[in-house]
């Protein structure tokens, strides 16, 4: 089990940048791969960013690739979200995601979650 604790949401404008935390803690810390999801009303979940914990592979969709940076600090046991360039459409309630290290990132699941944290982004 690990529990999970996003913050640094808020409202920004187009252009702007902003950095999302997610603060992990529980059994088997270093055993898991980190990964962030965002979610608008009316639209499924969708799949932002991910990280291997201890290899330091990362894997960005396409959309947000080039804008967005996910980093881990293992010391500090958070991993981050930095997020560039930010467009109205990023507008979303950003999730923080954990699962047991697998050998491959992109097919990684993940089976923890944390509460999500708001970012909107206007024009």
């Known amino acids: 089990q690990v529990h999970l604790v996003e913050s640094g949401g808020g409202l920004v404008q187009s252009g702007d940048s902003l950095r999302l935390s997610c603060a992990a803690s529980?059994?088997?810390?270093?055993?898991?791969?980190m990964g962030w999801f965002r979610r608008t009303p009316g639209k499924e979940r969708e799949f932002v960013a991910a990280i291997n914990w201890s290899g330091g592979s990362t894997n960005y969709a396409d959309s947000v690739k080039g804008r967005f940076s996910v980093s881990r600090d293992n010391a500090k046991k958070t991993v981050y979200l930095q997020m560039n360039s930010l467009k109205p459409e990023d507008t979303a309630v950003y999730y923080c995601?954990?699962?047991?290290?697998?050998?491959?990132?992109?097919?990684?699941?993940?089976?923890?979650w944390g509460q999500g944290t708001q970012v909107t982004v206007s024009s």
């Open positions: 995601a954990a699962g047991l290290l697998e050998p491959e990132l992109v097919t990684q699941r993940f089976d923890y």
């Open positions: 529980g059994r088997a810390f270093s055993s898991y791969a």
